[in-house]
């Protein structure tokens, strides 16, 4: 699947029109458990295609605050070695080993970092623009046709075990983004009563 020709810089982009297909998605998205993603996943020119729309991203200050670490089965296979022996030399409960079915499973991960620092604009807002380049990855993916799972676990929290990622100092896990397909479909959940969290205001 090709994306739509490049605009040029400064160019008038197309307006929104109503995307049936779109609302679908919006409107049936869930995400697949990670451990249950399989092959087929994205190839090389497809993930470039989802890094590409997952960084058309709100970004206040123009700060690109996120980058993205691409990890395909092998790398994540021994780290993963890593992050149980980690578990066991920290005293960790069993589970921590465990869920690293979770980090493994997919065809594709991408790790995406918050780069978040002090600068022009709060760090709240650069943390919450790394949150929205997770969703932007999830929804491209979906267009793609593929399944996809945003996991943190215990090691996105561990300074030691996200350094085995290539997570720098001050930098931050915003999520794992696992990528493939569901080996059975996924099961609708209860969603929130959007009125009760809702105030509207004349
Ligand atoms: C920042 C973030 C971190 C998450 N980390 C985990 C995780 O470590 N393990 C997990 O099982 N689900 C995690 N989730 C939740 C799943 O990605 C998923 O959203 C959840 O299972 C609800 O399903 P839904 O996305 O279909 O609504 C995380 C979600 C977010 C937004």
Redesign the pocket.
Known sequence: MTLPSPVALGAPLPTPIRSPDMLARLATR??APAQALVDPGPDAGEIQTLLTLAARTPDHGKLTPWRFVVLGRQSRAGIAEQLAAMAVQKGLPAKAVAILA?LTAAPTSVLVISTAAPASKPVWEQELSAGAVCMNLEHAAAALGFAS?????WYSYDAEACALFGVRDGERVA?FIHIGTAVEPVLE?ERPDVTALTTILP
């Open positions: 869930r995400s979770k799972s945003w996991i943190t676990d999520g959940r």
